[in-house]
């Protein structure tokens, strides 16, 4: 059963400190997308890959977020320093192709004290 | 800004009975996507419906779309109790200097189905 895997699961961490989540998403999937979700603003694009290239990341705090795609089998998000306001789950879903679904993981739990 | 607005942003009814959500969008779309997500979890792609189609279905889902209003609904027939959780429309555009489709999810249906 092929699925998106995302570590960590939890974190908590204190304000200032990096944190940095991964995906490795589903084989053979060319496209990967970094979404945030919380209670007031829903889901949120950040960022989305396409064969490892950024295409999109207007959708990110610039000064502190930054996204990268290492190889084809991991992706990561990096936040840094990070504050309570980005507390929220982080999402990474992989795609084939345009015109489908696309597979989502079960989402990186963050929170900033 | 979110694309699509959904509504009702909660729905509760009894099993067996059908649900009906509806979700508007602003610009134009390639294809637009219902996923669902339980708590806790990620989400699940449920159907897809391309701009050109007005209607599709997948066991107990109905999806239909509307172009000229922009909107679209998902209609669970016979809901069952195992069908509570949160629906999201998702449309996919495509990306001004990619051409490449940007997947926008709308604010979401809170629904719960009592046994």
């Known amino acids: 059963d092929a699925r998106v895997t995302q570590t960590p699961r939890h974190k908590v961490t204190e304000m200032g400190q990096e944190v940095t989540m991964r995906c490795q998403p589903i084989l053979g999937h060319n496209t990967v997308f970094w979404y945030r979700q919380t209670m007031m603003q829903g889901l949120e694009l950040l960022a989305y890959f396409r064969n490892r290239a950024p295409l999109d990341d207007s959708g990110m705090p610039k000064d502190r977020f930054s996204a990268e795609m290492p190889d084809a089998t991991l992706a990561t998000l990096k936040i840094q320093p990070s504050e309570p306001r980005d507390s929220a789950v982080y999402f990474c879903?992989?795609?084939?192709?345009?015109?489908?679904?696309?597979?989502f993981g079960e989402g990186s739990w963050l929170t900033v004290v | 800004s979110q694309q699509g607005e959904e509504d009702p942003q909660a729905l509760s009814i009894q099993e067996g009975e059908n649900a009906t959500m509806n979700c508007s969008y602003k610009t134009s779309i390639n294809n637009l996507q219902w996923y669902r997500q339980n708590s806790g979890r990620g989400l699940v792609h449920l159907i897809l419906i391309r701009s050109n189609e007005r209607e599709k279905h997948s066991g107990r889902l109905r999806v239909t779309l509307d172009t000229s209003k922009k909107s679209s609904s998902l209609l669970i027939t016979a809901s069952r109790a195992a069908d509570t959780a949160s629906y999201f429309c998702?449309?996919?555009?495509?990306?001004?200097?990619?051409?490449?489709?940007?997947?926008?999810f709308g604010t979401g249906t809170r629904l719960l189905v009592s046994p």
């Open positions: 879903a992989s795609g084939l192709a345009q015109g489908q679904g696309i597979g």
């Open positions: 998702a449309t996919a555009h495509s990306a001004p200097r990619t051409g490449f489709q940007k997947l926008v």
